[in-house]
């Protein structure tokens, strides 16, 4: 039986597993998912060991970076954006053969793309880390120009404290990549003057749970257009196993 899995820490409730062991089931394939919850990325090593009949993985935080050393090779948008959340697991011989993938921007890029309007042509990327050069990526492929929004001050990465009304107006697209929102915090949200919002801006929420995060509501208290990441997280499913596949 080939197995699949999922790579990272902690991993608490995981959409991965309940999805592909459903599909595996329904669709009568002799393979099972499973949950590694590694506190380090060297013990990767020891969950390949160990796990002959591995044919993929996929990697969530806080790894998708940390793996790259382990991996034989890349695709060219993986090495672009520097962060991997798929691995194909390929068995020559005694050596395993790793490559990485990246469908976080294949998910984002397509569940995106058909909500985009003329005006669209700016938006905020609201945090720093794997995901984040993913979304940066994608929205240069749909012809976006992009800022990445921390909370510390970087060379040429905006602050919370820089994000005026009027940079609300210049850039209408803001997509949440930090975990600010995300179940059980539900009473959290990005730093932003939600008052500026109107029905030019479109937010995009990365997190799926809950449905509506407070940074969706008030967004749409102002008349914007909200998006969750449920359609991103289906897209990059299917992403993964057409890699897999390969």
Known sequence: MDKYGL?????????????????????????????????NIENIKEVLATNPELRGLNVTRPYKEKVIPFLDSMSP????????N????????????????????????DSLEPMLEPHHKKALILGTGGASKAIAYGLHMLGLESCLVSRTAKKGIMTYEDITPEVIKDYPVIINCTPLGM???????????YEALSNRNLLYDLIYNPDETLFMRKGRQQGAV??????????????SWDFWQE
């Open 226 to 239: 909200v998006m969750n990441g449920l359609e991103m997280l289906l897209l990059q499913a299917f992403a």
């Open 77 to 84: 948008e993986a090495k672009a954006i520097g962060a991997v």
């Open 7 to 39: 790579i990272g820490y902690p991993l608490g409730h995981s959409f991965s597993i309940s999805y592909f062991n459903e599909k595996f089931e329904n669709e009568g394939i002799d393979a099972r998912y499973i949950n590694f919850e590694i506190p």
């Open 183 to 193: 179940y059980p915090n539900v009473n959290e949200c990005p730093p932003l003057p």
């Open 86 to 109: 798929v691995i194909q697991v390929r068995h020559k011989g005694k050596k395993t053969i790793l490559k990485g993938f990246n469908s976080d921007v294949i998910g984002f890029r």
